[in-house]
């Protein structure tokens, strides 16, 4: 039995004058103002969505539009909080669910070089103490250690990695698992309590944004921590020339702003730029950015339809996004969140995109003068992750809907305890021939025209 709780709805209903600017504006549905109008009092008077709960991707843009502060965007989670009371999160969302068998860190185990393996292990088992400045590398940074391990930026930090602190709820949230969001919320509050650090970092702006503004405000769950970004970070050590910026690197770039970066006023924007600019990089904006950008596709499986249906209705969404950002001309996309990238250069590697995808600390970390493993690292990855993706759906196809009842992690079978998983390594060796990956990227494009619900 999963009981509802008393958070404190974000969404102003005192405010909003049903005006339907929110949905007339949102770059995804562009409803006629009528339109806008109906889907906006349904959705407030709980009844059937025409439109908005089964293709919103979560962009957060409609909370901007809004002239009168009223948190559309809020009321959107609201209602797909309660769709999730009727019928579960979709087979496929296991995922994402670090405490359910079969998660995609738990899979990616298969595939993680010994060096990954060891700074994984190294940041999952520090135990910050009073003075250390701790930085939460989180659930998606996890996936792609090599973006931070090894680097000069890791010495100034306790990195710490626990993935069953959900990235403190973000990207559920995001999906409008709101009662999960404040379980989880509990949980993250017991760890840092333990800690008796007082000031945390998060590597992703969400992550920061979730712990210091959603688990107070609508959650009502105070933690006694000051919480900051990575990208914040950056910029004032690289200010205060404390990280030296060893080149310029010469390069033309378009910026991938994710969904929550529209929070707070769009308080990110201009930091990740101006990062940017210091490292040398000229700035081509793509038609849809900073308050208008569109999402990298993730949270078209927010307002899932079909569980068959969810990775194509990703990466259809995703498919735009790298159709902007080719237009500008520019030689790299940059994205500083980690949550993005890994969806990223899965749509990249299967629309076979020349266009270069980097996150924004590899830029950092090039201008400091450091080497990465560009991009081999990173198109290995893609394809380990197109390997999970792959195998997930076709598991999911057989399993039920589900709720999520669990938080928390059991130790002995957490991340690090995997099966062997044979159809998976078959899945991920066929990927090692580049005649499988171009039948498969021919495959995939096939089926986001039969299978995709946009
Ligand atoms: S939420 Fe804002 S934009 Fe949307 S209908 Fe209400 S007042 Fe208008
Ligand atoms: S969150 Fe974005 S996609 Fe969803 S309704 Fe608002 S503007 Fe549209």
């Known amino acids: 039995m999963i009981l509802k709780s008393e958070r404190t709805p974000a969404f102003r ?15 995804v549905l562009e409803l006629p103002l009528e339109e806008a109008k109906e889907e906006i009092n349904r959705l407030i008077e709980g009844d059937k969505s025409r439109f908005v709960l089964w293709r919103c991707n979560t962009c957060f843009s409609c909370n901007l539009y809004c002239p009168e502060n009223a948190n559309p965007y809020q009321l959107i989670l609201e209602r797909w909080n309660d769709l999730y009371y009727k019928r579960g999160v979709p087979p496929l969302y296991t995922f994402v669910c670090p405490t359910r068998e ?50 000069k930026i ?14 403190g709820g973000a990207y559920l949230y995001q999906g409008g698992y709101l009662d999960v969001v404040e379980k989880i919320a ?21 992550v920061q944004y979730i712990f210091q503004d959603v688990h107070s405000r609508e959650l009502n769950i105070k ?42 006023g769009g308080k990110y924007w201009e930091s990740a730029r101006t990062i940017l600019k210091k490292c040398g990089c000229k700035i081509i904006e793509m038609e849809h950015h900073k308050k208008d950008s569109l999402c990298c596709g993730f949270g078209a499986g927010a307002s899932w339809i079909r ?22 001309g520019a030689k790299a996309l940059i994205s500083y969140c980690t949550g993005c990238i890994y969806l990223l250069w899965a749509t990249k590697e299967l629309l076979n995109s020349k266009i270069e995808l980097f996150h924004l600390i590899e830029i950092v970390r090039m201008a400091m003068g450091e080497s990465l493993d560009y991009p081999s690292a990173h198109k290995k990855r893609a394809w380990d992750i197109i390997a999970i993706i792959t195998y997930e759906w ?29 159809l998976l390594r078959i899945i991920r060796m ?6 499988m990956k171009k039948l498969y990227r021919k495959l995939f494009m096939i089926l986001i025209k039969m299978l995709n619900t946009r």
């Open 154 to 167: 890791l010495e100034y930090f306790k990195p710490v990695d626990l993935i069953d602190q959900w990235e």
């Open 394 to 422: 076709l598991v999911s196809l057989f399993k039920p809907s589900f709720f999520i009842t669990k938080i928390t992690f059991d130790q002995k079978r957490s991340t690090f305890y995997t099966k062997n998983h044979y």
């Open 186 to 206: 509990r949980r993250t509050k017991k760890d840092f309590d333990k800690w008796e650090t007082s000031k945390i970092v998060a590597a992703l702006d969400a």
């Open 223 to 264: 933690h006694s921590q000051s919480f900051s970004s990575l990208q914040q970070w950056l910029l004032e050590k690289i200010e205060s020339k404390e990280l030296q910026l060893e080149k310029q690197l010469h390069m033309t770039v378009t910026v991938h702003d994710n969904c929550y970066s529209k929070v707070l």
């Open 102 to 151: 079969g998660n995609i860190w738990q899979l990616l185990n298969v595939f993680l070089s010994t060096q990954e393996k060891r700074w994984i292990l190294t940041w999952m088992n520090n135990q910050p103490k009073s003075k250390d400045e701790v930085l939460l590398i989180g659930n998606y940074t996890h996936l792609f250690p090599f973006i931070i391990g090894g680097s």
């Open 307 to 328: 569980n068959i249906s969810i990775p194509f209705d990703i990466l259809h969404e995703g498919i735009k996004k790298f159709q902007e950002a080719e237009r500008t």
């Open 13 to 27: 209903e005192d405010l909003c004058t049903k005006c339907g600017i929110c949905f007339n504006k949102c770059p």
């Open 430 to 435: 066929l990927f090692n021939s580049s005649l």
